[in-house]
């Protein structure tokens, strides 16, 4: 246990002088609580011996009291110096910390140092404070002695179970928010509780020896006080024991996390964006086509920022300052409805849902203000568990914290930290980062991707925009008796020219109520032609009659026809389904023959459900850790 211990405080300051800065700070830390022994004997002394010896003697009296005061200012006053000097030396010993561990590794790095000087501190202290005992009286030392030995080895076996229990709930399928802290708080209460039966005995032990002659009152008052310090230290050692383990196991987790992202290639998904984008980060601020002031930009920048945090009151703030400076430009304009869409995911649907803390995600949110094909996947978490669905930007962002990545062709963009659902790959060449936790994929090519670059064997496939229909159950009526044409964005600028009895529908929607519109909206044609592997995603999970293009010169159509396969392969599709390769001109060919109706089967359903549960119990890890730091934002007993 305690070599543990020393082994994390060799391997965290492994350069002499922090080493021996903080060596330093612990013996002043430890000999602080002896000198307020020795000054409180002062004190002790003037009420016992006050009315007798020193009686008449005011000079005396008066000189001892302010030897008592000035005594008394300086270890208090070194007792606080020691806690601001303790994070100064932290924070010069771990300057580049975050770079070489990521910020994960980094809050659990701090946390354990935390608890490796508090225990050497705490160890330390029980050594100074019992050789003071020893010397005060020899009997009430040496039993005490005897009885910190008895309860630092129900402290030891108790650690190493903590140890086996923490890495089992790592390691579980299913984490939970409450059995990690109270694994934790009962071995350390159970072992304080010995601790405080051992003091309670060498208290006895005092007051006999008193009653008996054995000690003088006054030297029995110090010495019941040092046994309250002396055992109050022992039994702090049980909580700072316990959440060592945990840290030391939560840092090591984090830090692997961290050196498999870094050992990655990071250009591994910089061609495999979706929709022909090539940045799969956070969302870019339009920027204008003429010269726009700083502050413009900045209110931009602001108020999507405060969206996908949720700050609704932030967000408007900033879009008002916005509205009023001037004309907006289409690009503002735009990048305003993908702010406007990000804060209603990031809002939660009620108090309960607001408690239960938000949903960390990666989507494809671009071109502003967004597609309803990508938009779909934060859509269905939204309106399946009403909590708030937050945007985690994963390009730029040093170490994202845990999040889910589910549906499309996203796989390429996930990080150690992310659980993987149902997405895919848009090319066999891709490079997926084999530390990320896989649920599910969206079909067996790409399966074979993650398991060639070194990932698990995954054999649960679907895209979870199947699910659509059974989050917003519509039923397949009447209709209107044509057919309705929805380009992807990426041929934003074609010119397709259409037949009579074909509408063209906007795919651009993020909203929750522009999603059910748009789905609403298809679901009352007699058919969908598309350039959208997506919308084709979600014409199969109602079973709307539904026809993929792609242009014969396009370079998207190689992707399209990979990511369409394995889509079919992993949803359990039967149809005799294909891509159509066309031109701009799509009055010339039979669209009514080509429509093909297929909906997925409920089996299929059932296991995607199944994955998408599966990825937020693993995400409830998160939550525990979130949670569990929260609770040890006191750093040390006092």
Not at 225 to 238: E, Q
């Amino acid at each position: 246990m305690f070599g543990d211990v020393f082994a994390a405080f060799t391997h965290q300051f492994p350069h002499w002088r922090s080493r021996s800065q903080l060596i330093a700070l612990m013996v002043l830390m430890a000999l602080v609580p002896v000198g307020e022994l020795l000054v409180f004997q002062i004190f002790s002394s003037l009420l016992v011996e006050g009315t007798g010896e020193l009686a008449g003697q005011t000079a005396v009296v008066v000189g001892l009291l302010a030897l008592f005061f000035a005594g008394f200012a300086v270890t208090r006053g070194l007792h606080h110096v020691t806690k601001f000097w303790r994070v100064r030396l932290f924070r010069g010993a771990f300057a580049d910390l975050q770079e070489r561990t990521g910020v994960g590794a980094a809050s659990w790095q701090w946390a354990q140092a935390f608890g490796v000087s508090t225990v050497i501190a705490d160890l330390v202290q029980i050594v100074a404070v019992l050789a003071l005992l020893v010397f005060l009286d020899l009997v009430v030392g040496a039993v005490s002695a005897i009885l910190t030995l008895l309860v630092l080895l129900q402290v030891s076996v108790l650690y190493r179970r903590q140890i086996r229990v923490q890495r089992d709930l790592m390691e579980s399928t299913e984490k939970s928010v409450e059995a990690p802290i109270r694994e934790r708080v009962f071995s350390a209460e159970f072992a304080a509780s010995a601790a405080s039966a051992a003091s309670g005995v060498a208290l006895a032990l005092v007051a006999w020896r008193t009653f008996s002659g054995g000690l003088a009152i006054a030297t029995a008052i110090v010495m019941a006080m040092a046994l309250r310090i002396y055992f109050g230290r022992v039994s702090g050692l049980a909580p700072t024991l316990m959440r060592f383990a945990r840290d030391s196991l939560r840092f090591e987790r984090d830090r692997e996390r961290h050196a498999a992202r870094s050992n990655a290639d990071s250009a591994a998904g910089a061609t495999d964006a979706v929709g022909g984008d090539t940045d799969g980060g956070a969302v870019d601020v339009p920027k204008p086509s003429e010269k726009e002031s700083a502050r413009r930009s900045a209110l931009v920048d602001r108020l999507l920022i405060e969206a996908q945090r949720g700050q609704s009151a932030a967000y408007h703030n900033a879009a008002v300052r916005l509205l009023s400076s001037g004309e907006l430009t289409e690009r503002e304009r735009n990048a305003m409805g993908g702010a406007d869409a990000f804060l209603s995911y990031s809002t939660p649907w009620s108090a309960s849902a607001r408690d239960a803390g938000p949903i960390p995600m990666f989507w494809w949110p671009k071109p502003m203000p967004g597609s309803f094909d990508e938009w779909l996947n934060p859509y269905l978490i939204h309106a399946t568990t009403r909590r708030a669905v937050q945007f985690v930007p994963l390009a730029g962002s040093a170490d994202p914290p845990p999040h889910l990545v589910l549906g499309g062709s996203l796989a390429a963009f996930a990080r150690p930290t992310s659980i993987v659902a149902g997405t895919g790959v848009s090319k066999l060449e891709a490079r997926v980062d084999p530390g990320a936790y896989f649920v599910s994929l969206r079909g067996p090519l790409t399966a074979r991707v993650v398991a060639r670059g070194g990932g698990p064997a995954v054999d649960s496939f679907g895209d979870p925009r199947l699910l659509a229909g059974r989050v917003h159950r519509i039923g397949l009526g009447a209709t209107n008796g044509r057919l309705v044409f929805v380009r992807n964005h990426s041929d934003a600028g074609i010119p397709f020219q259409l037949p009579e009895d074909v509408d063209e529908f906007p795919i651009a929607g993020a909203k929750p109520d522009q999603i059910v519109a748009a789905i609403n909206t298809l679901s009352g044609y007699d058919g969908v032609i598309t350039s959208s592997v997506g919308v084709t995603v979600i014409c199969h999970s109602y079973g709307i009659p539904c026809a993929l293009i792609t242009l014969e010169a396009s370079p998207r159509a190689k992707r399209v026809d990979m990511e369409f396969r394995d889509h079919l392969l992993g949803a359990g599709m039967e149809g005799d389904w294909q891509v159509h390769r066309v031109t701009p001109d799509l009055r010339s060919v039979g669209w009514r023959q080509r429509m093909i109706a297929e909906q997925v089967s409920s089996e299929k359903l059932d296991e995607i459900d199944s994955a998408i549960a599966e990825a937020m119990r693993r995400h409830a890890e998160s939550a525990a850790d979130d949670v569990e730091l929260a609770l040890d934002d006191r750093d040390e007993e006092e």
